[in-house]
T-cell receptor, first 114, second 113 residues
Framework: DVKVTQSSRYLVKRTGEKVFLECVQDMDHENMFWYRQDPGLGLRLIYFSYDVKMKEKGDIPEGYSVSREKKERFSLILESASTNQTSMYLC?????????????FGPGTRLTVT | GENVEQHPSTLSVQEGDSAVIKCTYSDSASNYFPWYKQELGKGPQLIIDIRSNVGEKKDQRIAVTLNKTAKHFSLHITETQPEDSAVYFCAAGHPFNDYKLSFGAGTTVTVRA
């Protein structure tokens, strides 16, 4: 089974702190994603990466950056956390190639910024 | 970009009844339509998907229908059971963006015993 793990289930940070969210997948997938989940808004794509050191902005990249130094690991960085970044953050991975469609999700990190 | 709308936002059904969730999409290039189920405390998990070369797909108690002309697709759950209680998300993707997905807002389904 594909396994996507996220470093924390719950995180509480102060406004202005630098926050790192880590995601690791064990299926050698080329593609990795960071989403933000808010009630009534569904899942919104923050950033994705299609290869090591490669990244592209998603729909809501403002206030976030990412890092992918190794194929299995994709990090989301909040340079200066703000209260409007309080949310559930979901990481996902997907294989490459024309016939790889399914995204596999981690359990999520619920971040609270006070 | 793609815009996916999902209705209803909440759905309460009696155990054994059917549940239907509907989604519309805006980008006619989209040709992949998955449905994800998110149980409490877990990440979303794919339960069924459909590609635009078929109009309907069934897997035991769940089925998905697609109307490409009208740009809408639906999830049907028959003989609902308590374990069907969850949040369901529809999504749309297409090959021109390597099947990055645009998700609907989600439907919270509650099955009453």
């Amino acid at each position: 089974d594909v396994k996507v793990t996220q470093s924390s289930r719950y995180l509480v940070k102060r406004t202005g702190e630098k926050v790192f969210l880590e995601c690791v997948q064990d299926m050698d997938h080329e593609n990795m994603f960071w989403y933000r989940q808010d009630p009534g808004l569904g899942l919104r794509l923050i950033y994705f990466s299609y290869d090591v050191k490669m990244k592209e902005k998603g729909d809501i990249p403002e206030g976030y950056s990412v890092s992918r130094e190794k194929k299995e690991r994709f990090s989301l960085i909040l340079e200066s956390a703000s209260t409007n970044q309080t949310s559930m953050y979901l990481c996902a991975s997907k294989g490459g190639g024309s016939y790889s469609y399914e995204q596999y999700f981690g359990p999520g990190t619920r971040l609270t910024v006070t | 970009g793609e815009n996916v709308e999902q209705h209803p936002s909440t759905l309460s059904v009696q155990e054994g009844d059917s549940a239907v969730i509907k989604c519309t999409y805006s980008d006619s290039a989209s040709n992949y339509f998955p449905w994800y189920k998110q149980e409490l405390g877990k990440g979303p998990q794919l339960i069924i998907d459909i590609r635009s070369n078929v109009g309907e797909k069934k897997d035991q108690r769940i089925a998905v229908t697609l109307n490409k002309t009208a740009k809408h697709f639906s999830l049907h759950i028959t003989e609902t059971q308590p374990e069907d209680s969850a949040v369901y998300f529809c999504a749309a993707g297409h090959p021109f963006n390597d099947y990055k997905l645009s998700f609907g807002a989600g439907t919270t389904v509650t099955v009453r015993a």
